[in-house]
Nanobody
């Protein structure tokens, strides 16, 4: 079992910044890729950014240059620093991680419960 918990969402004005965090816990041997996804009202969930265990990063074009993903492998945490936020960034943001269980070395795909980000004046 793996649990992912996000925090840091809230209401921010256009042009503002927010930092989201995700903590993974459970029967974790190691964590492979970690990522952020988001889902706006009436839309499908979309990928935002990914960071590998070696800290290679990739971003959706819509957030490139404004968002920065990072992780702390020792603490099983991941962050998303968001700058210059726009109204179209409004969504529920979800943490995702591919976790290898120390129980049987199975690979688990975990999701957090989501944290709301609202960008509005």
């Amino acid at each position: 079992q793996v649990q992912l918990v996000e925090s840091g969402g809230g209401l921010v004005q256009p042009g503002g910044s927010l930092r989201l965090s995700c903590v993974a816990s459970g029967s974790i041997s190691r964590i492979n890729d970690m990522g952020w996804y988001r889902q706006a009202p009436g839309k499908q969930r979309e990928w935002v950014a990914t960071i590998t265990s070696r800290e290679n990063t990739n971003y959706a074009d819509s957030v490139k240059g404004r968002f920065t993903i990072s992780r702390d492998n020792a603490k099983n945490t991941m962050s998303l620093q968001m700058y210059n936020l726009k109204p179209e960034d409004t969504a529920v943001y979800y943490c995702n991680a591919e976790v290898v269980s120390y129980i049987d070395y199975s690979v688990l795909n975990g999701w957090g419960q989501g944290t709301q980000v609202t960008v509005s004046s």
